[in-house]
């Protein structure tokens, strides 16, 4: 029997982008099943809280059973061997992300050995988008409705014009 294929895509999501759906999309033809591990950061001020986050990325993929998510806060190592997955997936924009992913992938291998990160290349058209990016243009009244899918599109406008 051919073992199920897991891995974890950890990430922010402050909010999901369409650069991220790439990635997810790109990654489910290797995996069978992919958890988005949504990271709560003690030290940073979300734009959208958690269980917000958590609840836009659940109502996107609800209809995707290889889709998975999941709160998580300290170690990525720690919350992989608890679910006893080792394949971290991260997207790649530019060169200018190597450096620090790089740096993140090794990491983690030291921290646990088992550990691998395996990196995705985005959509050429996704390659300067980024969250904060998407916040600004949003915070900007500009025209988002490329860059994220609807719904989160609706919820930035939401929050910028009722708080
Ligand atoms: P983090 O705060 O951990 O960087 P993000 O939510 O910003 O979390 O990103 C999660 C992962 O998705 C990272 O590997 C990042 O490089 C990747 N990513 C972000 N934006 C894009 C994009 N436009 N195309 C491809 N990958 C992206």
């Not at 759906?21 to 995996?31: G, T």
């Not at 646990?112 to 996704?126: G, L, P, Q, R």
């Not at 949003?138 to 994220?148: E, N, Y």
């Amino acid at each position: 029997m051919n073992e199920i294929k897991r891995a974890i895509y950890p990430g922010s999501f402050d909010p999901i982008t369409n650069g991220h759906v790439d990635i997810i999309s790109r990654a489910k033809k290797v995996f069978d099943e992919i958890t988005i591990a949504v990271i709560q950061n003690p030290d940073k001020t979300p734009f959208f809280e958690l269980e917000h986050r958590l609840e836009l990325i659940k109502h996107l993929f609800k209809n995707d059973p290889h889709i998975k998510v999941e709160a998580f806060r300290g170690l990525l190592a720690d919350f992989a061997q608890k679910r006893n997955v080792y394949t971290i997936i991260r997207g790649l924009r530019a060169v200018s992300d190597f450096d620090f992913e790089f740096q993140m992938a090794l990491t983690n291998r030291h921290l646990n050995t088992k550990i691998d990160t395996v990196f995705f290349m985005t959509d050429e058209k996704y390659s300067y988008l980024s969250s904060s990016l998407v916040r600004q243009l949003a915070g900007l009244s500009a025209d988002i409705s490329s860059f994220v899918p609807p719904d989160i599109e609706r919820s930035l406008k939401d929050r910028i014009h009722h708080g």
